[in-house]
């Protein structure tokens, strides 16, 4: 195959990912977040960057957003929202921020492949995303692409959707957002 035709394959594989996901949860993600006072977003590896992109969108909007772990990031409270991309459920990492947003009293919405996972469980609720995990053994969705790129596609796409929602919800145009976007670049 060449280039053109893997891209060709890819998107096949997303626009197949996007019919897999269940509207009722992204509509109470979209909800959840309004209701939080602040949005703070974690992740790891190539899912993080997808959940970083998200924050500066929520930004965009004037939503107090903010990714773990960036010098600028203020306190978790009981009213702040807590949003864990994550395929596996599992890294390490991420389970210890679940475990200290629950204890703090705040929300847990988890991205993940497995609902089932540890990260699941912690979760008040869940968004999942469809796609093959890293190792692609054990499960009926198969890829062309290596590891978690499905997964981390998906998530990106999706919460570019959920961006979308929120516009639509509050009445706001990619004009209006462009008030926020950084100027001192």
Do not use: C, W
């Not at 929602?165 to 145009?173: I, N, P, V, W």
């Amino acid at each position: 195959m060449n280039t053109t035709q893997y891209l060709k394959e890819i998107i096949a594989e997303l626009s197949h990912s996007v019919d897999l996901i269940d509207q009722q949860e992204a509509e109470e993600l979209v909800n959840k977040i309004s209701d939080s006072n602040k949005v703070f977003v974690g992740g790891a590896g190539r899912s993080g960057f997808m959940a970083k992109s998200f924050a500066m969108r929520m930004m965009h909007m004037g939503i107090d957003a903010y990714t773990i772990g960036e010098t600028v990031t203020p306190s978790f409270e009981k009213d702040d929202i807590l949003i864990i991309a994550s395929g596996s459920g599992e890294t390490k990492s991420l389970v210890t921020l679940a475990e200290k947003a629950k204890d703090i009293g705040g929300k847990i919405a988890v991205v993940t492949l497995s609902p089932e996972s540890t990260i699941g469980k912690l979760a008040d609720f869940i968004i999942k995303l469809p796609g093959a995990p890293k190792e692609q053994t054990d499960t009926e969705y198969k890829t062309i692409q290596p590891m978690g790129s499905l997964f981390e596609q998906t998530s990106l796409l999706f919460y570019d959707a959920v961006i979308l929602r929120f516009m639509e919800k509050k009445g706001l145009d990619t004009n209006e957002m462009y008030g926020k976007h950084a100027n001192l670049e």
